[in-house]
C-alpha cells in the first residue's frame, strides 16, 4: 500500500520495514527510516528468526499457496513472535447477501477467501498457535457492507468506491449514469441500515473481515 500503517507504527516506537510489490520507491515519502523492499512475498527473503512481529493485512486472499507463504513467515519470526493477519470473511452476512456482488470478493485479483474457522486451521497447519482472533475492521467492513448494499441496486457494481479512487464512469454511457445516480441517491439512505448491520454481524461473529493474531511457538 502506501505505507501509512508503517508510518503510525514507526511513530510509536517501533523499527519497521515493509514489503510491496507495486512500489517503486525504497522509503516510505518523507520517512528515510521505514523502508519499503519492492518484492512479493514469494520471493522476499529475510534472516531466519529475525522479525519481533508481521502484519499480513489483505495479504493471504492475494496468494495461490498461502499455507506455503505462511510457512515461510514462521521462519523468519523469533519463537513467541507475533503475526497478524487480516482477510475478507467468507462466512460474513455481507458476503451471503452479496453473493457474486459481494465488495470483498474482488475476483480475479483475490484468489482465496477464508472462513474464521479455516483461517484458523490454515495458521495451525502453518505452525502457528493462534492468540486471538475478531470478525470487526471499522473502516474496512463497514464500508464493504455498505458497498456490498449498494451493488445490489446498481447494474454494475462497486460504483461508490470506483468514484473514491476518481475512477469516473465515461461519458454518455446511460448505464453509467444510471448507476451514478443510484448511488448518490441510495447512498444516503443505506449508510446507516450497513453500519447497523455489519455491527450486529461482527457481534455474532460474521462481520466483513477476520483479524487473527497467532504467535510463533516457543522452544
Do not use: C, K
Request: no cysteine; hydrophobic share 50%; net charge positive.
Amino acid at each position: 500500500g502506501d505505507g501509512r500503517l508503517l508510518v503510525a507504527l514507526a511513530r510509536r516506537g517501533y523499527a519497521v520495514s515493509g514489503a510491496e510489490p507495486y512500489r517503486a520507491a525504497s522509503v516510505v515519502a518523507g520517512r528515510p527510516d521505514v523502508p519499503v523492499l519492492r518484492s512479493t512475498l514469494e520471493d522476499l527473503t529475510l534472516p531466519h528468526r529475525s522479525q519481533d512481529a508481521i502484519i499480513l493485512w489483505h495479504v493471504l486472499e492475494h496468494l495461490p499457496d498461502p499455507e506455503a507463504a505462511l510457512r515461510r513467515v514462521l521462519a523468519w519470526t523469533v519463537p513467541g513472535g507475533t503475526v497478524v493477519v487480516a482477510v475478507p470473511n467468507a462466512a460474513s452476512v455481507q458476503a451471503r447477501m452479496g453473493g457474486d456482488r459481494w465488495f470483498q470478493q474482488d475476483v480475479p485479483r483475490h484468489l482465496l477467501h477464508f472462513t474464521p474457522r479455516g483461517l484458523t486451521e490454515l495458521l495451525q497447519r502453518a505452525g502457528f498457535e493462534i492468540r486471538r482472533s475478531r470478525q470487526l475492521v471499522l473502516d474496512q467492513s463497514l464500508f464493504a457492507m455498505w458497498q456490498t448494499l449498494l451493488n445490489r441496486l446498481t447494474r454494475e457494481p462497486n460504483v461508490a468506491f470506483a468514484l473514491v479512487r476518481r475512477q469516473l464512469p465515461q461519458p454518455g454511457r446511460a448505464v453509467a449514469a444510471y448507476d451514478v445516480a443510484i448511488t448518490a441517491v441510495a447512498g444516503l439512505a443505506l449508510l446507516v441500515p450497513a453500519v447497523i448491520m455489519e455491527l450486529a454481524a461482527a457481534a455474532r461473529g460474521a462481520g466483513g473481515s477476520i483479524v487473527a493474531e497467532a504467535v510463533a511457538p516457543r522452544e
